[in-house]
């Protein structure tokens, strides 16, 4: 079991940055694989970055290619997801999801553990 608590997100000009957050509590982090998703309003959540149980593997949506990566500390329990260049079209409830396994997966039912999601609003 894993408990994940996601903080980082707010309110920020196009063009800007932001860092999320997700720390996660329980045992065995190095053993998750972990992912970020995204859910804009009216919309599917949708995959935007992932990262093997050991970090040496990412993978990004082309969305948001080049303009973001995943990251994670596993002595700190906790995955990053930095992000550049924001656009509007980025606004969305992000979503920081585990599972169990070496990663990284795109899909979403593949995961099993979910936290509340953090809000990104980017203003044009």
């Known amino acids: 079991q894993v408990q994940l608590v996601e903080s980082g997100g707010g309110l920020v000009q196009a063009g800007g940055s932001l860092r999320l957050s997700c720390a996660a509590s329980?045992?065995?982090?190095?053993?998750?694989?972990m992912g970020w998703f995204r859910q804009a309003p009216g919309k599917e959540r949708v995959f935007v970055a992932a990262?093997?149980?050991?970090?040496?593997?990412?993978d990004v949506a082309d969305s948001v290619k080049g303009r973001s990566t995943i990251s994670r500390d596993n002595a700190k329990n906790i995955v990053y997801l930095q992000m550049n260049s924001l656009k509007p079209e980025d606004t969305a409830v992000y979503y920081c999801?585990?599972?169990?396994?070496?990663?990284?997966?795109?899909?979403?039912?593949?995961?099993?553990?979910w936290g509340q999601g953090t809000q990104v609003t980017v203003s044009s």
């Open positions: 329980g045992r065995s982090f190095s053993s998750y694989s």
């Open positions: 990262i093997s149980s050991s970090g040496s593997t990412t």
């Open positions: 999801a585990a599972t169990l396994g070496l990663g990284p997966y795109r899909s979403r039912t593949l995961y099993n553990y």
